[in-house]
C-alpha cells in the first residue's frame, strides 16, 4: 500500500519525548513517518524536544528535523492541543512556562485526564534524577559519553541497512545488560512514581531516561513515553482510555511483511 494510502491511526492522546533536534543520534525521519501516520485530540511534548546542550557546542540542524518541527505546528493550527513541557536539555524555554506560541502551550507540568476519569501527573523527569541535581558536571560528562555511544549505534544501523536489516538500538541493549544501569532505571520509576503518590493522583508520565516502560506501583501505574533517538517509542491513550507503548521502528519494519495490518489493527 502506498504511503499517502495508509489510513492514520487516531488516538485520544500522544506523549512523545527525548526527540533530541539538533543532534545526529535523532531519529526525525522515524519520528515524520510516526507523525504522518497518527492523528490525536491532545499531544505532549514531554521536554528533551530540543538539544540545547549539543546545539551550544555546534549547529546541526538538517532538513528532517525541520519537517519535525513544522508537523506539530501544523497539528497546533489545525485543532490538535499540543502541549510542551521542557526538559533539562531544552531548559531554555523552561522560562516561557505559561506562554503560548503558534497555538503550542508551554507548561512546567500537566495534570491529564483520561476519559476514564484517571489523574496523570505529566513532567519530563529530570526533578528526580539525583545525577542532575547533585552533579550537573557529572550529568554533563554522562551526555558525552552517551553522544558517542549514539554515533557507534549510527553506524551499526547504517550497516545493517545496507544488509535490509530492520533498526536495532545498541545503547538500548547496553543499558538491559549493565546492572547499574537497570539499578538506576528501576529506581527513578520508583521516586517518580512516590511523587504521583503524594500529589494524589492515579498515575505520572514521563520521559527523561529513554525507556519506554509501563509498570505499576501499589495504586500508582508509572508511564514512560521512551525516546526518538534509541526505541523510537510512543505512549498513546485509546478512545476508550486504554494506555499503550508504541514501538514504531517494528511498526514501520512490519510494513514490509504481510501481516503489516493485523499489527497496525493492534495498534489502533
Given at each position: 500500500m502506498a504511503r499517502g494510502e495508509r489510513s492514520r491511526l487516531h488516538f485520544r492522546t500522544i506523549w512523545i519525548s527525548d526527540i533530541h533536534l539538533?543532534?545526529?543520534?535523532?531519529?526525525?525521519?522515524?519520528?515524520?513517518?510516526?507523525?504522518?501516520?497518527?492523528?490525536?485530540?491532545?499531544?505532549?511534548?514531554?521536554?528533551?524536544?530540543?538539544?540545547?546542550?549539543?546545539?551550544?557546542?555546534?549547529?546541526?540542524?538538517?532538513?528532517?528535523?525541520?519537517?519535525?518541527?513544522?508537523?506539530?505546528?501544523?497539528?497546533?493550527?489545525?485543532?490538535?492541543?499540543?502541549?510542551?513541557?521542557?526538559?533539562?536539555?531544552?531548559?531554555?524555554?523552561?522560562?516561557?512556562?505559561?506562554?503560548?506560541?503558534?497555538?503550542?502551550?508551554?507548561?512546567?507540568?500537566?495534570?491529564?485526564?483520561?476519559?476514564?476519569?484517571?489523574?496523570?501527573?505529566?513532567?519530563?523527569?529530570?526533578?528526580?534524577?539525583?545525577?542532575?541535581?547533585?552533579?550537573?558536571?557529572?550529568?554533563?560528562?554522562?551526555?558525552?559519553?552517551?553522544?558517542?555511544?549514539?554515533?557507534?549505534?549510527?553506524?551499526?544501523?547504517?550497516?545493517?541497512?545496507?544488509?535490509?536489516?530492520?533498526?536495532?538500538?545498541?545503547?538500548?541493549?547496553?543499558?538491559?545488560?549493565?546492572?547499574n544501569a537497570v539499578a538506576f532505571i528501576s529506581r527513578f520509576e520508583e521516586i517518580v512514581a512516590h511523587e504521583a503518590e503524594r500529589r494524589h493522583v492515579d498515575g505520572v508520565v514521563c520521559g527523561h531516561i529513554h525507556t519506554a516502560e509501563i509498570r505499576q506501583f501499589g495504586d500508582i501505574t508509572y508511564y514512560n513515553d521512551g525516546d526518538w533517538v534509541e526505541g523510537c517509542t510512543a505512549l498513546v491513550e485509546h478512545h476508550d482510555g486504554r494506555m499503550e507503548i508504541l514501538h514504531w521502528a517494528d511498526i514501520m519494519a512490519a510494513r514490509e511483511t504481510p501481516e503489516t495490518d493485523q499489527l497496525l489493527e493492534l495498534a489502533a
Open positions: 539538533g543532534t545526529k543520534g535523532c531519529n526525525a525521519g522515524m519520528l515524520v513517518d510516526f507523525l504522518d501516520s497518527v492523528d490525536s485530540d491532545t499531544l505532549y511534548l514531554v521536554g528533551d524536544i530540543v538539544d540545547g546542550w549539543q546545539l551550544k557546542k555546534r549547529v546541526y540542524w538538517p532538513t528532517a528535523h525541520n519537517d519535525v518541527v513544522w508537523r506539530i505546528m501544523k497539528r497546533a493550527r489545525r485543532g490538535t492541543r499540543v502541549i510542551y513541557i521542557p526538559g533539562n536539555h531544552d531548559e531554555i524555554f523552561r522560562q516561557f512556562t505559561g506562554m503560548s506560541f503558534g497555538g503550542v502551550e508551554i507548561r512546567r507540568k500537566m495534570i491529564h485526564t483520561t476519559v476514564d476519569g484517571r489523574k496523570l501527573l505529566v513532567l519530563h523527569g529530570d526533578e528526580f534524577d539525583a545525577i542532575m541535581l547533585a552533579h550537573r558536571w557529572l550529568a554533563v560528562v554522562g551526555d558525552a559519553a552517551y553522544t558517542a555511544l549514539m554515533a557507534i549505534n549510527r553506524r551499526v544501523n547504517q550497516a545493517r541497512r545496507l544488509l535490509g536489516m530492520p533498526y536495532w538500538s545498541l545503547s538500548k541493549m547496553a543499558k538491559h545488560k549493565v546492572k
